[in-house]
């Protein structure tokens, strides 16, 4: 069974810095990675996922990751956030047909 | 083209009374799932449909938890008797396919609260 780790329950930036949120994942078998985001009072969005191929994954936003086999990570990061991206981000994993989340990291952009 | 829907997005009762919450699809995705978040906890995974059958319950808490998901449209999920830590955030998911690379396309979920 797989399942994954959010080390970051909040993280607080200032407008225009640099964002990396923390994902780690544990599974068996070989596995898809995905980042969704929830905005306030809405459902969950997908922003990328990875499924083979380069490990650089570039998604909506602005927002990309990079798959890290040995390190079984796949962490997000954006260069310049904005005040928009104030947002709760899911870290997930798949393999060929469940998928299970992480707790979620609260990103909160400030001006 | 209509995303997920979910009813009620939110639902006060008390313990010991009973709930549905229902979910209706993306049409034409055969694969439908159902999560549970308590508050600041991961999204839990409950169960997979895959059309009317039932592929993977293993999340489900316990007996007082029962979905349906009659003619393989939309979906149920029933509490009953509720109880306060059934409190959280039901989100419904669908998806066209059952292969793991494709994108799961969530509800706006619906919050249980139990007094």
């Known amino acids: 069974a797989q399942s994954v780790t959010q080390l970051d329950s909040q993280v607080p930036v200032f407008e225009e810095a640099p964002v990396e949120l923390r994902c780690n994942y544990s599974s068996s078998v070989s596995v898809y990675l995905f980042w969704y985001v929830q905005y306030p009072n809405q459902g969950l969005q997908l922003l990328l996922k990875?499924?083979?191929?380069?490990?650089l994954v570039k998604g909506i936003n602005g927002f990309e990751a990079e798959f890290n086999k040995s390190q079984t990570s796949f962490h997000l990061r954006k260069p310049s956030v904005h005040i928009s991206d104030t947002a709760e981000y899911f870290c997930a994993v798949s393999d060929q047909s469940d998928m299970r989340f992480g707790a979620g990291t609260r990103l909160t952009v400030k001006p | 083209e209509a995303g997920v829907t979910q009813f009620p997005s939110h639902s006060v009762i008390e313990k010991g009374q009973t709930v549905t919450l229902r979910c209706d699809p993306i049409?034409?995705?055969?694969?439908l799932y159902w999560y549970r978040r308590v508050m600041g906890k991961e999204i839990k995974f409950l169960l997979h449909?895959?059309?009317?059958?039932?592929?993977?319950e293993s999340g489900m808490p316990n007996n007082r938890f029962l979905a349906e998901r009659t003619g393989g449209t939309y979906s149920t999920l029933k509490v009953q008797p509720a109880e306060l830590e059934d409190s959280g955030v039901y989100f419904c998911?669908?998806?066209?396919?059952?292969?793991?690379?494709?994108?799961?396309?969530f509800g706006e979920g619906s919050r249980l609260t139990v007094l």
């Open positions: 990875y499924l083979s191929g380069s490990t």
């Open positions: 998911a669908s998806r066209l396919g059952d292969r793991g690379t494709g994108e799961l396309f």
């Open positions: 049409s034409g995705h055969d694969n």
């Open positions: 449909f895959v059309k009317e059958s039932k592929q993977d």
